[in-house]
Each structure stands twice: as C-alpha cells, then as structure tokens.
C-alpha cells in the first residue's frame, strides 16, 4: 500500500499548480484521502480531505483557492491550487484513513511528498 504525490515545482506568486495523489496496492474509493502540507520550522497542517466513498470534501484553509478531486478510473487524487502565494511554500504530503478525521495520525500510507516553492 503506497501513496505517491507528484507535480510539485516552482511556480511564480499568482500561478496555479495541479498535485496528484496516486494509489498503489489499494483503491481509494472506500477510503478519505487527505492533504496536507509543512512549510519550513512550522507543523504539519492539513489543507483538504474527501471522502472518496461519497465525494464529500472538506477545506482547512484556502477553500477559495484550493479545489480537491478525484479519478476514480485513475486511482488518483488531485489538489488544484489557485493564485498561489509565497505562504504555500511547502512540502505537500497525502494520505489516506477511513475518514476525514481531525487527527493527523488517523491517517496512514504517507507518500513522500511533493515541494511546492512559490516564488514572489
């Protein structure tokens, strides 16, 4: 069981960035993948979640910004962001648990992770 996100990079203040979560070893249609992000000296946060089972999403911050969606046919996550501030700068990390719980250590299958830089 392994998560893998992917299209990370470095993109100017303003620009838009599309992440990708992908499943191996499991299919996240009975499962909530979640995403989440660590900026430098600060905690892990969680940015958004949905429930693959029922579509159901959920925004930490940015909900205007940020878009969360899925590929059922792909096994994949996405996670659009939009006008992309120097504030974004961080790894972006997804991961998967039985629901969209608060706890950060609900969820499991860690992916490395992928760097978003935003430049100003």
């Known amino acids: 069981v392994q998560l893998q996100a992917s299209g990370g990079g470095l993109v100017r203040a303003g620009g838009s960035l599309r992440l990708s979560c992908a499943a191996s070893?499991?299919?996240?249609?009975?499962?909530?993948v979640g995403w989440f992000r660590q900026a430098p000296g600060k905690e892990r946060e969680r940015v958004s979640c949905?429930?693959?089972?029922?579509?159901?999403t959920e925004y930490t911050t940015d909900s205007d910004r940020f878009t969360i969606s899925n590929n059922n046919a792909k096994n994949t996550v996405y996670l659009q962001m939009n006008s992309l501030t120097p504030e974004d700068t961080a790894v972006y990390y997804c991961?998967?648990?039985?629901?969209?719980?608060?706890?950060?250590?609900?969820?499991?299958?860690w992916g490395q992770g992928t760097l978003v830089t935003v430049s100003s």
């Open positions: 991961a998967a648990a039985s629901g969209c719980w608060l706890a950060q250590d609900s969820f499991g299958s």
């Open positions: 949905m429930s693959v089972s029922d579509g159901s």
């Open positions: 070893g499991f299919t996240f249609e009975d499962f909530a």
